[in-house]
């Protein structure tokens, strides 16, 4: 397991699998991830479900998941009380990015 060691913690849910997985993550990528998603909700004038982002961008939803979460509490995306269904016929709520 790579652990990068920088003055640098990422959020997780507390589980040891939740916590090893933050461990292993670069900063350079999550940073670079979190700019790719806020670029492409910008872009979005209806904004876009996480279910969208994974489409769209390709990255896997168990990536998409904790990088939104952040993007939420730095108060750039806001995941508001709009609904709309996923590819699975699930109502998911709509990120938007916050201006």
Known sequence: MIQHELNYSLPHNGTETSREAAKSQSPKKTEADKL????????????????????HLGMRVNTINPRVNELVAQGKLSDGPDKRLTRGNCKAGVLRAVK
């Open 36 to 55: 790719r998603i806020l670029a492409f909700v910008n872009g979005c004038q209806d904004g876009a479900t996480r279910d969208e982002i994974e489409v």
